[in-house]
């Protein structure tokens, strides 16, 4: 169960022939974000980040913070994301590894974003296990005039584990103007036992699957929250975005990505 709490805590899977291709040998890290494909400036929108890595060619030591940079016009605070407040105790980050399921009591209000992530333990023996997992971010407190939020990393196969992240909402520098910042301690005796290496952890921030419920004239209703909101006006050169991942030995790499404007512009109330 500890191997299988490494796995999980990284994520990721063999490299594929797409692994080898020019832009990867430049750079071992690729960062790609997507909004809807009916996405339209000035309304509401999900936000698809893939982050992807090539293990050969990073190090070898643990992943242990990963850092997501965007535009200050989106508005991922002002979003219908992230109503419920999900509380978890120090002691869940401090052990990593849950024994809970679902969302660990948390509302399901507090959903801000569903996910995936790929993982492959490295045994000492040499023998290299992929583990799959689904990531779930949830809407934390609020602590120092920053949001907290929560990661939750739940094993599909073959090991299975529930792991639990703390991140927060950050400022950035321009030309971006908030992160989310999220850190992955090491697990007690991994170290003994295999390595660990990211390949690709992906998250959709405002996923068209998240339901939140609420009250409405003495009735529970279901409805799909409102995601990030657009600008009216779009960047000169589209959105500009920025990864950046940290490994336990110090070192740091990161990778940027532009995506661009949608053309058209949404009516009043669209989107929420």
Known sequence: MVIAAGVLALGWAPPTASAAAPHAARNPVRLSARFDRDAVLGGATA??????????????????????????????????????????PASDFAQVLLSATGLAGCPVNSVMG???????????SGQAIPEYATVTLLSGPIEHGHLDLVVFVDGQRPFGAKLAFAGQVLGAPPPFGGALSVTMPQIPR??????????????????????????????????????????????RRGFPFRAQVTFADGTRRDARSTTACPSAVAPPGAGR
């Not at 609420?214 to 995601?227: C, L, M, Q």
Request: net charge positive.
């Open 47 to 88: 936000l698809d980040v893939d982050l992807r890595l090539d293990p050969v060619r990073l190090p070898s030591a643990q992943l242990v913070g990963v850092r997501f940079e965007y535009p200050a016009s989106l508005g991922l605070i002002s979003s219908g994301l992230g109503l419920a407040v999900c509380r978890r």
């Open 190 to 235: 991994i170290q003994q036992l295999a390595t660990v290496s990211l390949v690709e952890l992906r998250v959709v921030i405002g996923s068209h699957a998240i339901r939140y419920r609420e009250r409405r004239r003495g009735r529970v209703v279901t409805y799909r929250p409102s995601g990030i909101e657009l600008p009216a006006a779009c960047p």
């Open 114 to 124: 569903y996910g995936m992530a790929r993982a492959i333990i490295r045994l000492n």
